[in-house]
């Protein structure tokens, strides 16, 4: 069962996520030892600042994605495109450009240094 500390470090995680890269909530869910699911509400609920940039491990925005604060916003791939993920006219982000659990543990390590 993830921890408040977890939880934690995913929000860190996903706010530190380098430009023109993405992650997904099965890699996010690794990290901490849960399940996608409850990453996917976390982002939803957790006001994580750079939601979007959390996908689907097929590279798509989750079906259940929705803005934590209600709002309409903007869609998803236009702020993956500002941030510099290529994302094809199918909504589907360059695979090449994906965070894998192995990167966001380097990235958690640089970020408690």
């Known amino acids: 069962?993830?921890?408040?500390?977890?939880?934690?470090?995913?929000?860190?995680?996903?706010?530190?996520?380098?430009?023109?890269?993405?992650?997904?909530?099965?890699?996010?869910?690794?990290?901490?030892?849960?399940?996608?699911?409850?990453?996917?509400?976390?982002?939803?609920?957790?006001?994580?600042?750079?939601?979007?940039?959390?996908?689907?491990?097929?590279?798509?925005?989750?079906?259940?994605?929705r803005w934590s604060d209600g709002r309409d916003g903007r869609e998803v791939p236009e702020l993956l495109r500002e941030d510099g993920v290529e994302v094809s006219p199918r909504g589907v982000a360059d695979a090449s450009q994906r965070m894998y659990v192995y990167d966001l543990k380097l990235l958690a390590m640089e970020l408690a240094t």
């Not at 409850?38 to 940039?53: I, L, N, S």
């Open 1 to 65: 069962m993830a921890t408040e500390q977890d939880w934690e470090l995913v929000r860190r995680v996903v706010e530190a996520l380098p430009d023109g890269t993405w992650t997904s909530y099965g890699d996010l869910a690794e990290l901490i030892g849960t399940g996608p699911r409850q990453v996917g509400a976390f982002m939803r609920d957790g006001g994580v600042p750079r939601a979007h940039r959390v996908l689907t491990a097929a590279g798509k925005v989750s079906e259940g994605f």
